[in-house]
């Protein structure tokens, strides 16, 4: 590769940030050229809306992040805490540099300090975190909404709009301003934004060459901290605007976390956490669980109090993202999920047998997916153009999940099964004598559909798209777990039930003599009564929404 076009934002910080991106790959690869490419964001086009009003909406990356994935730059610079956790699929955080001063400063009128601030003083700030713990620690402060870039921000309060303003460390120190610096906040006062100080290089996830390079960037001890952060942001927020302070240290030593949720009364609930590095995301989970398992919750503003799950503590065996599955289903009818997936995927960035398979498309007639994972690796192996590489194939999928992931890249589906299973898949598919069919699927898939289309005349070609483990878990993690009362433990699929027997052994039993198991179809339910498992509700119509309603009716019924 001898050129890198680089994206980010325009603005003078954003570029200065940039600039240490450039400089650290043209230090490890001299011969490597680099472009820059300033874009404007819709943070940057609407510079009056509050911050507020747009969260969770990657006001300051969006555009940068559509660049990516249409092929227009090669990678993206950003402040971190500017991202969402919800991140295109097609995209992956490769790098996050060591990060800067993490924390807030004032900067005053006549440098006055936080504690010597006139009665009544008006602060500005464009945060809830920061307006809540401010009214947190002086009640009387009158905290009022400020936009603009740093310049815009200091030249304001120099006109008398403020008396103070609340500014992020690094940022002011990057522009070269820390001389109006009156007070640095301490985190006592004052607990940062999830990944602040922190700047992070994005890329295409199947950009191989790209992502090893740039991930000779990274700063292990700076992605083990900022992984903390964001992890509970994803878990309590999803990516949207929540007033969580919170600030993690990772070294050789040991990590330490410090978080805060604040009301906008001032009410603050305080949290800390001391463990290991080696494991970012458990550190993170036990944090949330704190959060949700305490009076904050109301902070998070979890669902309706009148639904019929409201309060229920439901364990999630799954592996999902935080965001659009049970996890945050549950958040939205006011349950506490526990997250204690007991299946591990590994998915390859590149698969060459299913990329073979993609050139030569035509020659098949039909193609099943078994699974979302399935679905996100066929739309990598088609690129940009998924939606017209599927050729003249009929694209059929095991599941309701699958069937949206496949639409989300452009990719029709002509059907989906009444239970996601690869029988009811096979059982749906007609007239396949000496048909060609591509299978996608799991190690773990029994291939089922491969082998009943395979009986009836079809020629089947299986590919593996990803592999399926379970995942290794301390013990002070399933003490963690099983410290907690459960109304419900979910399974989602076989090997979630698997998974949760090999990872709990004789403490299983326990556990699911004081719960109720709800499995998301037939062929799940039976795997689990095989283990053992007592099965109380199983969903009606196949899929998460179905698991949900299967709860709502236990819990109805008592």
């Not at 490597?32 to 009056?48: F, H, M, Q, S, W």
């Not at 999902?320 to 999920?337: D, N, S």
């Not at 109720?516 to 899929?543: K, M, N, P």
Request: glycine share 10%.
């Amino acid at each position: 590769m001898d050129n890198i076009i680089v994206g980010t934002r325009g603005s003078k910080l954003s570029l200065i940030q940039t600039q240490q991106v450039l400089d650290g790959i043209a230090g490890l690869f001299p011969g490597v050229k680099t472009e820059l490419r300033a874009i404007k964001t819709e943070g940057d086009i609407k510079k009056e809306e509050r911050l507020s009003e747009m969260a969770g909406k990657g006001v300051f990356v969006k555009e940068i992040e559509q660049h990516l994935v249409e092929g227009r730059i090669d990678i993206a610079v950003h402040s971190l805490k500017d991202m969402t956790t919800r991140i295109d699929p097609r995209l992956r955080i490769a790098a996050v540099l060591k990060r800067a001063n993490p924390l807030d400063v004032l900067i005053s009128k006549d440098n006055v300090r936080l504690d010597a601030l006139k009665n009544g003083a008006k602060v500005g700030t464009g945060s809830m975190r920061r307006r809540n713990q401010l009214v947190h620690y002086r009640h009387d402060l009158v905290v009022d909404n400020i936009r603009g870039n740093i310049e815009t921000r200091i030249a304001k309060l120099d006109a008398g709009e403020y008396d103070a303003i609340v500014l992020a460390a690094a940022g002011v120190e990057r522009a070269g301003l820390s001389a109006r610096v009156a007070e640095q906040l301490s985190p006592g006062i004052m607990l940062p934004a999830p990944g602040q100080g922190a700047i992070a290089v994005e890329t295409r996830a199947s950009d191989v060459r790209t992502n090893e390079m740039v991930g000779r960037l990274n700063d292990p001890a700076t992605m083990a901290a900022v992984t903390v952060e964001r992890t509970v942001l994803a878990r309590i927020g999803g990516g949207c605007e929540v007033p969580l302070g919170i600030l993690a240290n990772a070294s050789a030593d040991g990590l330490h976390v410090d978080a805060s949720m604040t009301g906008a009364d001032g009410k603050c609930f305080r949290y800390s956490y001391d463990g290991s590095a080696s494991d970012p995301t458990e550190a993170g989970l036990r944090i949330t669980e704190e959060i949700l398992m305490s009076d904050a919750r109301e902070i998070v503003g979890m669902g309706s109090p009148s639904s019929g799950l409201c309060g229920k503590v439901v364990m999630v065996t799954r592996e999902e993202e935080p965001w659009g599955g049970l996890y945050e289903m549950l958040m939205q009818k006011g349950a506490v999920p526990v997250y204690f997936p007991t299946i591990q995927i590994r998915a390859p960035d590149r698969i060459p047998e299913l990329e073979s398979a993609m050139e030569r498309i035509d020659t098949y007639d039909i193609v099943a997916v078994a699974s979302r994972r399935g679905a996100e690796a066929l739309a990598r192996a088609a690129g940009n153009e998924a939606g017209r590489a599927t050729g003249r194939a009929r694209v059929v999928a095991v599941g309701d999940e699958t069937k949206k992931a496949l639409e989300a890249h452009g990719i029709s589906v002509t059907y989906v099964p009444r239970e996601a299973a690869a029988e009811t898949l096979a059982e749906g598919i007609t007239d396949v004598d000496s048909r060609r069919v591509l299978a996608i699927g799991s190690d773990r898939s029994d291939w089922a559909i491969a082998e009943i289309l395979g009986r009836r005349g079809a020629i089947v070609d299986r590919i593996t798209a990803y592999t399926v483990g379970v995942p290794k878990v301390s013990q002070a993690r399933i003490a963690e777990v099983l410290g907690y009362k459960y109304d419900f433990v979910t399974f989602a699929s076989p090997s979630a039930a698997h998974g949760l027997r090999e990872t709990l052994g004789d403490k299983m039993g326990a556990l699911m003599a004081a719960s109720r198991a709800v499995c998301i179809g037939e062929t799940t339910a039976s795997a689990c009564t095989r283990l053992g498992i007592g099965v109380a509700g199983i969903a009606e119509r196949h899929g998460l929404a179905g698991m949900l309603e299967a709860m709502e009716k236990l819990s109805r019924e008592g």
